[in-house]
């Protein structure tokens, strides 16, 4: 899809810029070799780190080991945003993921992480009986979605293109932007990849790159507010990926 924007209306607080994304989760066989998980901290830059807990009625149920992926969005003070799980073996783990993920704290400026590493984290929680390890990658474009429990085993995201019927969108607003930065939005653009989860809401959108901050802040603040159709593939509902280019121009009179 494609987009153009207009500048105009007030800037929203502000949201975090991020650049490079890429989409398929490889996670290292290494993972047993922290038990204290202090090399995935150092990886993510977390000043505070909550490691989730077994969920004692999953261990009475019977669950003895699972999986749980996770995208995580935060903003310019290190705060996390948003939390997509993009594989789980069990609800229950999942749950008790997300609440030990919205207590974590990234450092600042969280939008200039160390080079060479995920921009926006992706991480991988392995639940067995002697704990709880996480690892950390990014996810890789690919054309299906893998479900394998394998800790080995990829994470692949189809693209919005590629789900059933294609992308209907709902509710898509444009950037909006006024004042001192709207004379500097004439011919910028700003590029987003995004998440669309599985009831259609755009999740943890980055910035790839843009022309300036003001218009890479308001392209995210924009796509945070989409809404398309849940996405499905083989008939089955599924998180997808996208990126989108918004080119910034004056309104005419």
């Not at 995208?71 to 948003?82: F, H, M, P």
């Not at 073996?89 to 999942?94: I, V």
């Amino acid at each position: 899809m494609n987009a153009s924007s207009l500048a105009t209306g007030p800037l929203p607080s502000p949201a975090i810029l991020l650049c490079g994304f890429v989409l398929c989760f490889f996670p290292p066989l290494a993972f047993a070799a922290d038990p204290d998980n202090q090399d995935a901290q150092k990886q993510l830059r977390l000043e505070k780190f909550v490691l989730p807990d077994f969920p004692p009625f999953a261990r009475l149920s019977g669950v003895t080991r699972g999986l749980v992926t996770v995208a995580i969005g935060r903003n310019a003070e290190g705060q996390v945003t948003d939390i997509l799980v993009l594989d789980s073996t069990n609800a229950l783990l999942s749950e008790a993921t997300t609440n030990a993920i919205a207590q974590w704290k990234f450092a600042r400026p969280s939008n200039q992480p160390i080079e060479g590493q995920p921009v926006v984290p992706i991480v991988r929680f392995i639940f067995n009986t002697g704990g709880v390890s996480i690892i950390s990658a990014a996810t890789g474009r690919a054309t299906a979605k893998i479900q394998d429990p394998a800790v080995n085993a990829p994470v692949v995201l189809p693209a919005l293109s590629e789900i059933d019927d294609g992308p209907k969108p709902l509710f898509q607003p444009m950037p909006q932007i006024r004042g001192a930065a709207a004379s500097t939005a004439r011919g910028g653009t700003a590029t987003v990849k995004f998440f669309v989860d599985d009831t259609g809401r755009a999740r943890v959108p980055i910035v790839l790159e843009c022309s300036s901050p003001e218009l890479g802040e308001a392209a995210v603040l924009a796509v945070e507010q989409w809404r398309d159709e849940p996405p499905f593939v083989a008939g089955h509902p599924t998180i997808a990926i996208e990126a989108q280019t918004f080119t910034f121009g004056t309104r005419t009179p």
